[in-house]
């Protein structure tokens, strides 16, 4: 039996709209479970709604930059797009990888994040690091921060 074509895209058009709802529907729970609009901000605490980051938010609650940086002023750029098309780069690899139970153990920072975060530390200790590190404007030759000061931001490594 061959269905009339105006009730053949009836059918269709219902079947989009059904997906789309049913995406849409998965999204926003998804979104609202995980306090999605909690990233948006600048409070550390919204990098623990992840269970995975407990470890660091801690270490970060007894370092030394407890009292002058949060997580975004070390680990996203300065600028407020930069800021926040990182922000949603790593919120889609983290969820992703939270939801998949498919990242490294113990957790590490990908190389991308790293470039921004020794950016991060120049921009703040400009003072010192001049004086210590002769390529300190070139990002290719530059002493890499977080060799010596590895436990700064979120404590003693295990």
């Not at 590190?133 to 030759?141: E, K, S, V």
Request: net charge neutral; glycine share 8%.
């Amino acid at each position: 039996m061959k269905l009339p074509r105006l009730t053949l895209r009836f059918v269709m058009i219902a079947l989009l709209v059904w997906s789309a709802g049913v995406v849409a529907g998965l999204g926003t729970y998804t979104f609202l479970y995980a306090e999605g609009l909690s990233y948006f901000s600048n409070d550390p605490k919204a990098c623990v709604n992840c269970h995975i980051m407990r470890e660091q938010y801690d270490g970060w609650l007894k370092s030394p930059h407890h009292a002058v940086a949060t997580c975004n002023d070390c680990h996203t750029p300065n600028d407020f797009i930069g800021k926040y098309l990182s922000k949603a780069e790593n919120g889609y690899w983290h969820s992703k990888g939270f939801t998949l139970q498919d990242f490294h153990e113990p957790i590490m920072i990908r190389p991308k994040n790293t470039v921004v975060l020794q950016a991060n530390c120049v921009a703040c200790h400009q003072s010192i690091v001049t004086g210590i590190n002769p390529h300190a404007g070139d990002a290719q030759n530059m002493l890499d921060c977080m060799h010596c000061h590895r436990d700064v931001g979120h404590g003693p490594i295990r």
